[in-house]
């Protein structure tokens, strides 16, 4: 029976360091969301969710409607993101997980569906890809692996997800990519906004 796949997009408003970074534009009307969403959008999927919590869901809804077409949103546990991507799950009747954070907009998708691929013709229930840059990987789990592992996960693999997966003593089938970090391009400051502004820029003057 083929699995029914969904992008799950990540997103809070609520961040201690650099708060409602989601939103920061990188140019123009053009924020951070928006250019996760376009290039998640790119991965051949059943579901596209942004998920979040009921403190950021009026705030995030402007933009996600821009995309209602292909996205939707979810408001979750406020603080339990694990169980908020379980419930999702359930919700949309999804079987694999490919999760993405909002804070990264520089995501590559071209990576993302190779891994979907690869992951879906094996018996692998969690695939690790960290290729490239931080901040351009997905991460790929089976729903039933997550529920498995939910039991067993500290409240802090509870808030980041899966930490639960990669950590976790019970035999769940991982499939392991690895390979050295570059030059990061996940949000966490205004500085390193400033830094993602630059490269989206230099891409964009070379995709015109």
Known sequence: MDKRVGVFLQAR????????????????????????????ASIETDVYAVLTDE????ALIPTVKRWESIWSIYA?????????FIDAAHTYHVDVIVRACGDNPLVDY??????LDIHLASTGQATHLIGGDLGTAVEIVNTDALIAAYEKASPRDREHVMPAIWGSSMP???????????????I??????????????KSQATLD
Request: glycine share 6%.
């Open 13 to 40: 408003m609520g961040s201690t360091r650099f708060p409602g970074k989601v939103l920061a534009p990188l140019k123009d009307d053009w924020n951070i969301l928006d250019e996760a969403m376009h290039r998640l």
């Open 55 to 58: 403190a950021s869901l009026e």
């Open 76 to 84: 979750g546990h406020p603080t339990d993101v694990m169980k908020r």
């Open 110 to 115: 071209e990576v993302g569906q190779w891994a």
């Open 172 to 186: 769940i089938n991982i499939l392991n990519v690895d390979p050295i970090y570059g030059q990061s391009v996940t």
């Open 188 to 201: 966490d400051t205004p500085e390193d906004l400033e830094r993602v502004r630059r490269i989206y820029d």
